[in-house]
């Protein structure tokens, strides 16, 4: 009996040292403030400038590998600046869509409506047969935007998107 009188006492003060009890809501709300800050912090990128949703008609661009060789279907796509375009895998994974001549004043623009991207103009991987990858040209200047497939170079894998 004395044993677990001496663990009672124990277990008491370990629980009374712990605080228990809850927080006051002053105490919660200032701890959930610098979280919502740094939350929107990173919804804008490094330079302030913001992912930009499409406002207009979405284009498909079909990313095809067979025995007439690596292309994009089509190779050359004339869109609106609010436009967005849809990269669809059809065969001969993987694909992605990188950019290497853009206007330099959409060039942040561009980058930031670029979901998931893997670098430096540079859009994520595509795996698999149907995997799409979806670019908003909202914000963007007009002008040609040339691209390539990063996998498929050397097979002359590339485009052009003239935004007027």
Sequence with gaps: MRFSGLALVAAVATLSACGGGEKPAADANQAAAPAAAAAAAAAVPVGGVAAMAA??????????????????????????????????????????????????????????????????????????????????????????YEFNCTPHLANNMKGTITVQ
Aim: hydrophobic share 45%; aromatic share 6%.
């Design 55 to 144: 406002t207009g008609k979405t284009h498909e661009v079909k990313m095809v590998g067979d025995e007439k060789g690596y292309r994009f279907e089509p190779a050359e796509l004339t869109i609106k600046v609010g436009d967005a375009v849809k990269f669809t895998v059809i065969s001969a994974v993987p694909h992605n869509v990188a950019f290497t001549a853009v206007p330099a004043d959409s060039r942040a623009q561009l980058q930031a409506n670029m979901p998931e991207a893997m670098g430096d103009m540079m859009g994520k991987m595509l795996m698999a047969a149907n995997d799409a990858y979806t670019i908003s040209f909202a914000g963007v200047k007009p002008g040609k």
